[in-house]
């Protein structure tokens, strides 16, 4: 005869940004959410009577739900919020909250570099007839940046399929390819590369953007500005989404601090600026 062993049931990877704001700026957490519930859910299993399982839809909701009010700094406290929320309902015996944060290094008010994020490139390229150098490029990938403000999305054309609200202000976040190529390498290249990624740095916080096209377009910009011997830059921009989580379907006031990241599908932006 066969019996129901040790069982639990959850949500995992439920992704929670939130932001807090404050005069002497903003700081901003990014979290990964794992729960998982014990209870006695057996006649689900054999007798398929779901009326003592939480939906694990409703597990995810919960955590924007309970973020706008109690997510801090303090992540095991948030954590036993979670866990205490579940365990009054009838029939759970044990939840189980596990809590990680993807570190963002302040670099302003309003902005943030992930930390440890980002690679150096470097290519050369030499032809083999005469030994000529075909040529010399540098660059950067997978660095992350965000900023909570200065960045909008309007006025873009609408058809039967598009949903998206237009905004003047929302949180902007991607993950920097830039690859340049030099006309005359530099006689420190180092010195150089590293000139050319604050460049594109302090480009990216300080401009207002109304797109992530427009925010590439003075990220570029800036780079070709700031390094003479630079001849081309091709930029690939994939957006990190932080999506506003509507709160008030639960008859919440939505403060419009909660978001749910995305991983995928994402906006895709390439390009290439030349001199």
């Given at each position: 005869m066969a019996r129901l062993g040790e069982n639990r049931w959850g949500k995992s990877d439920v992704r929670v940004s939130k932001i807090h704001r404050s005069e002497s700026g903003d700081d901003?957490?990014?979290?990964?959410?794992?729960?998982?519930?014990?209870?006695?859910?057996?006649?689900?299993?054999?007798?398929?009577?779901?009326?003592?399982?939480?939906?694990?839809?409703?597990?995810?909701?919960?955590?924007?739900?309970?973020?706008?009010?109690?997510?801090?700094?303090?992540?095991?406290?948030?954590?036993?919020?979670?866990c205490d929320h579940f365990l009054e309902r009838d029939g759970i015996t044990t939840a189980d909250v596990s809590v990680s944060e993807r570190i963002?290094?302040?670099?302003?008010?309003?902005?943030?570099?992930d930390g440890g994020s980002g690679r150096r490139l470097a290519r050369v390229a030499?032809?083999?007839?005469?030994?000529?150098?075909?040529?010399?490029?540098?660059?950067?990938?997978?660095?992350?940046?965000?900023?909570?403000?200065g960045s909008a999305f309007s006025g873009f054309p609408r058809d039967e399929f598009t949903?998206?609200?237009?905004?003047?202000?929302?949180?902007?976040?991607?993950?920097?390819?830039?690859?340049?190529?030099?006309?005359?390498?530099?006689?420190?290249?180092?010195?150089?590369?590293?000139?050319?990624?604050?460049?594109?740095?302090d480009s990216f916080f300080s401009e207002h953007s109304a797109s992530v096209q427009h925010q590439g377009w003075m990220m570029a910009e800036a780079l070709l500005g700031t390094v003479e011997e630079i001849e081309e830059v091709e930029f690939r921009l994939p957006n990190q989404h932080h999506l506003n989580y509507d709160l008030s379907r639960f008859g919440m006031e939505d403060q419009g601090v909660v978001f749910q990241p995305v991983s995928e599908?994402?906006?895709?932006?390439?390009?290439?600026?030349?001199?």
């Open positions: 901003f957490l990014d979290l990964t959410v794992q729960l998982l519930l014990q209870g006695d859910v057996e006649a689900a299993h054999v007798l398929g009577d779901n009326r003592g399982v939480l939906p694990t839809d409703t597990m995810k909701n919960t955590v924007y739900g309970l973020a706008q009010e109690h997510l801090t700094r303090d992540l095991e406290a948030f954590a036993a919020v979670l963002w290094d302040r670099v302003g008010p309003s902005s943030f570099i030499v032809a083999t007839t005469d030994g000529a150098t075909a040529g010399v490029w540098a660059g950067v990938d997978g660095m992350v940046v965000l900023k909570t403000t949903v998206l609200p237009e905004t003047e202000e929302r949180i902007l976040a991607t993950s920097v390819k830039a690859v340049w190529r030099y006309s005359v390498t530099p006689a420190n290249t180092t010195a150089t590369w590293e000139k050319a990624r604050q460049s594109m740095i599908p994402y906006g895709d932006i390439g390009f290439t600026v030349t001199r």
